[in-house]
């Protein structure tokens, strides 16, 4: 039986069985109205329906900051820093950001493995939980549904009172194994509708950002961008870092700290001398947006924006990324239009 | 192994709460002695020098005497670093630059203000060559220490010119906005580890601008929360007076 019934009033017995087997990480409150993953130690803390983390679980695998290696400057030696496999549970994941997850795999096993993260990904076991788009995800746009259960090894489909366990992987059959769940014989729950859209398929947009270059949307939306990079910190997708040398004030050694950066951020694209080649916040926006829907998404032919809607729900100044590519849709449409 | 560097550690007009905050550094104070001798601070000694290596300055420059200080300081230092939100950007001291020098000069000496010269409160590189920046209000204790390694070594230090924002993220912060109150990190320079955010208070902006900073939309994005355009202006100002456009008097 690959459906089980999980009734809200098994939930934490659920979740206790899960810390029993392994580490848990799951989205708990944290301020006045945020969330974010983090370890379980009362099952109770666990909030399993919930808008969006603030950071995705990427920052298990690629922390936003890391030891790379130690140095001592007397003896002129330096160690590499011991990297584990996370190895743990993630509870409670969103469709979007597994998807995201499986995205970095790719960037980060492309050409020169990186180490660090591959090895932190090793031994992760993923429970998705579907969820109630609100005005910001669009998923659906960018082909991830609500209910996508790629890369999971459960998935909880929220029922009124319950959720239905959907059983994808056998790693994910044999951490059900001594719970007892009822099977589930019913229809799968219908999810709530996205209420955002971008209005045209990864295939049309290659078209689009082929000729969205030029557009004058990017000076617009540089009047509203004061260029705080939180845009790039919270994408799930993105893995930008930089990497600086910092000494103790004993002068004997230090460290090498590598840190999420961003290209929205004057720092990233300065070079040795001082010059900047992405010198405005105009040709920072429409990087950040290509890096989204053409540069990796040309090699792969997917999306490279997962649809979680956190660069648009976290900016202060209300730049939304669903309207910036569909303004460009609307002027490819023109333009095509005006040809006819 | 050739001679420390000599230090002297300067103050102009401020409120010498970041020359205290050199006496703050209680664990690393034995390491940053080790490496330096300070040969000048009129806080803490007595003795003057004629050359130094490093000068670390604190303050704006606010009068003509300060002027004469400061270029006395830059011909016998071959290093001068800019301490501190007032010497940076002139603090919130630059605030009086809003108003006419003749009316602040009244309310402050009333009839003796013809004993007290005064000019537009400067930054000190409104004046000299500053070589190096450590900001905040009091300057922030480990951009001093990035800084001070970096110039010990003989290094050029790594200059931070990205938003409080970034520092919020990495910490995983709820962002200030979504509490409810309005926060200048957006536009205000990070290296302080985003320690207001961090324990509940909002930036002030004490660190000044980006220096790619757009604060017209910095404005827009406070009124669109709720403050009225002069409050959100004022709240710019504060720390960035000399910096905004169209501020000066």
């Known amino acids: ?340 | 192994m050739a001679a420390k560097p000599r230090v002297g550690i300067f103050d102009f007009t401020g409120c010498e709460g970041c020359e205290l905050n050199h006496l703050n550094f209680e664990e690393q104070l034995l390491d940053i002695l080790e490496h330096v001798d300070i040969v000048e601070w009129r806080e803490a000694m007595d003795e003057r020098a004629d050359e130094l290596d490093i000068a670390f300055v604190e303050g704006s420059l606010s009068t003509p005497d300060c002027i004469t200080r400061i270029n006395a300081i830059r011909r016998k230092s071959k290093i001068l670093v800019a301490v501190g939100a007032c010497a940076v950007q002139g603090g919130v001291n630059a605030m009086k630059n809003l108003q006419p020098i003749e009316a602040v000069r009244e309310e402050v000496y009333g009839e003796d203000k013809y004993l007290f010269p005064t000019l537009p409160a400067l930054p000190l590189s409104a004046v000299v060559k500053v070589d190096h920046e450590i900001r905040g209000c009091p300057m922030t204790q480990i951009e001093f220490l990035k800084v001070f390694t970096a110039l010990v070594m003989g290094k050029r230090p790594v200059e931070t010119d990205h938003a409080v924002c970034v520092e919020c993220k990495l910490r995983e912060n709820e962002c200030v906005y979504d509490k409810g109150m309005v926060c200048l990190g957006p536009v205000t320079r990070g290296g302080c580890a985003a320690i207001c955010p961090s324990f509940g208070q909002y930036c002030t902006g004490c660190r000044g601008l980006v220096s790619d900073a757009n604060p017209a939309a910095m404005e827009q994005i406070l009124v669109d929360h709720g403050l009225a355009a002069e409050e959100a202006r004022k709240k710019l100002q504060l720390f960035n007076a000399n910096q905004l456009e169209g501020t000066q008097s």
């Open chain 1, 1 to 340: 039986m690959d459906r089980l019934l999980l009734e809200d009033a098994d939930l934490f017995r659920f979740i206790a069985h899960l810390v029993a087997c392994k580490t848990v990480y799951a989205p708990q409150r944290k301020g006045a109205d945020s969330y974010v993953f983090a370890p379980v130690d009362d099952p109770q803390a666990v909030v399993l329906d919930y808008p969006r983390t603030l950071h995705s679980i990427k920052k298990y695998f690629l922390p936003p900051r890391e030891e790379l290696l130690s140095f001592n400057l007397r003896s002129n030696a330096f160690a590499a820093a011991e990297v584990e496999p996370v190895n743990a549970i993630f509870l409670g994941v969103h469709s979007y950001d597994l998807h995201a997850v499986l995205k970095l795999d790719h960037n980060f096993s492309q050409g020169n493995a990186e180490r660090n993260y591959l090895t932190r990904r090793q031994g992760a076991i993923f429970i998705g939980v579907s969820y109630r788009p609100d005005r910001f995800h669009f998923g659906g746009s960018v082909g991830i549904p609500v209910a996508d259960t790629t890369g999971c090894d459960l998935f909880l489909h929220r029922l009124d009172r319950g959720h239905v366990v959907e059983i994808v992987s056998d790693t994910g059959r044999e951490l059900l194994r001594g719970l007892d769940l009822p099977a589930f014989t019913g229809e799968l729950p219908r999810t709530a509708d996205f209420e955002q859209h971008i209005y045209l398929p990864q295939g049309k947009l290659t078209e689009v950002f082929a000729r969205g270059y030029q557009s004058g949307i990017w000076e617009e939306v540089a009047e509203k961008c004061v260029g705080c990079g939180t845009c790039n910190l919270v994408c799930p997708t993105c893995y930008c870092f930089n990497v600086e040398d910092e000494v103790d004030v004993s002068l004997e050694g230090g460290s090498r700290q590598r840190h999420w950066d961003g290209c929205m951020l004057r720092e990233f694209s300065q070079v040795a001398g001082g010059e900047v080649f992405r010198n405005n916040l105009a040709a920072r926006q429409r990087h950040r947006v290509y890096r989204k829907f053409k540069y990796i998404s040309d090699q792969t032919g997917e999306p490279w924006c997962v649809g979680c809607g956190r660069c648009t729900a976290y900016c202060t100044a209300g730049i939304s990324i669903v309207n910036i590519v569909n303004r460009l849709v609307q002027e490819h449409d023109w333009a095509n239009a005006a040809k006819l």
